[in-house]
Nanobody, 121 residues
Framework: QVQLVESGGGSVQAGGSLKLSCAYT???????MGWFRQAPGKEREGVAA???????SYADSVKGRFTISKDNAKNTLYLQMNSLKPEDTAMYYC????????????????WGQGTQVTVSS
């Protein structure tokens, strides 16, 4: 049983920062986790991912601005978002799987409910 709950979304002006959190629970195994986003009328986009060994990957559009991290002791995944742009506006989802899905959204089997991020100009 895997459960994911996102929090930390909100509204911010361009150039600002937000930090998203994803509290997770699972029965066992080593999970890869990621952040994805979807804006109205757009396809779901992989933003950042981190595997059980700590290896990370990022979409080109967020490299240098976003940082994914995980605190195993707190069972929490984070996404630090800096230098936010209006095009970052989307619903952000936390996801997890036991394989090595990376930024491939269709490889993840477990998803949170999403948290809205709105960046104004």
């Amino acid at each position: 049983q895997v459960q994911l709950v996102e929090s930390g979304g909100g509204s911010v002006q361009a150039g600002g920062s937000l930090k998203l959190s994803c509290a997770y629970t699972y029965s066992g195994g080593y999970m890869c986790m990621g952040w994805f986003r979807q804006a109205p009328g757009k396809e779901r986009e992989g933003v950042a991912a981190i595997d059980s060994a700590g290896s990370t990957s990022y979409a080109d559009s967020v490299k240098g601005r976003f940082t994914i991290s995980k605190d195993n002791a707190k069972n929490t995944l984070y996404l630090q978002m800096n230098s936010l742009k209006p095009e970052d506006t989307a619903m952000y989802y936390c996801a997890a799987d036991y394989g090595l899905p990376g930024l491939r959204a269709n490889w993840y089997n477990y998803w949170g409910q999403g948290t809205q991020v709105t960046v104004s100009s």
